[in-house]
């Protein structure tokens, strides 16, 4: 299947400062990008969709301020939460699709976010 | 408003077949069933989809039944790596390819 790889795989940041996640389809061009969240033991929450050069769609209750989304090539989009705080803590995960209405898509490893 | 219903967990012998069940009732025509699978601390692996045949790869076989229902996951013989959570996700044709996931059925696959 296609990789997306995404980076980094785990990061711990101070209380206030940003962390920046990228998210790249290796082998395709990703129309479309998702991000989600997910908290131990609990399923994965779609976050927001980016399409390549327009602003992201995010989901109800996620503040675009506070999470940025980028999609500024058909490769890569990038996640940073601003102004980080403990109850940001989480997995992050991207996923990525290519053309057509039925590609299945592929996510991207994950990130382990720690704010302490 | 869960698409989907899957038992949260289940039991397979390694080496035997693992069965995973998802009941889909509320399916419309040109949705598709997709399974996916998420190993702990990494990100979901796309395992198989179908729309109402039968499918088969290298991983895994899915099964819809003749109403499109319910389907069911089989992984012919369970390895101890086969341990995740698996999601059984209903996603429309044009849907811009957002997966919607619900709890998933956890499967324990012991020696």
């Known amino acids: 299947g296609a990789v997306v790889s995404q980076h980094p795989s785990r990061v711990i940041c101070k209380s206030g400062t940003s962390v920046k996640i990228e998210c790249r389809s290796l082998?395709?061009?990703?129309?479309?990008m998702f991000w989600y969240r997910q908290f131990p033991k609990k399923s994965l929450m779609l976050m927001a969709t980016?399409?390549?050069?327009?602003?992201?769609?995010?989901e109800q209750g996620v503040e675009k301020d506070k999470f940025l989304i980028n999609h500024a090539s058909l490769t890569l989009s990038t996640l940073t939460v601003t102004s980080a705080h403990p109850e940001d803590s989480s997995f992050y995960i991207c996923?990525?699709?290519?053309?057509?209405?039925?590609?299945?898509?592929?996510f991207g490893q994950g990130t382990r976010l720690t704010v302490v | 408003d869960a698409k989907t219903t899957q038992p949260p967990s289940m039991d397979c012998a390694e080496g035997r077949a693992a069965n995973l069940p998802c009941n889909h009732s509320?399916?419309?025509?040109?949705?598709?069933v997709y399974w996916y699978r998420q190993i702990h601390s990494q990100g979901p692996q796309y395992i198989i989809h179908?729309?109402?045949n039968n499918e088969t790869n290298e991983m895994a076989s899915l099964i819809i039944t003749e109403d499109r229902k319910s389907s069911t996951l089989i992984l012919p013989h369970a390895t101890l790596r086969d341990t995740a959570v698996y999601y059984c996700?209903?996603?429309?044709?044009?849907?811009?390819?957002?997966?919607?996931f619900g709890g998933g059925t956890r499967l324990m696959v012991k020696p």
């Open positions: 996923s990525a699709r290519g053309f057509g209405d039925h590609t299945e898509a592929f």
């Open positions: 082998d395709f061009q990703a129309t479309t």
């Open positions: 980016s399409n390549e050069g327009s602003k992201a769609t995010y």
């Open positions: 509320t399916i419309s025509g040109n949705e598709y």
């Open positions: 179908g729309l109402k």
């Open positions: 996700i209903v996603r429309p044709a044009n849907a811009g390819n957002m997966l919607t």
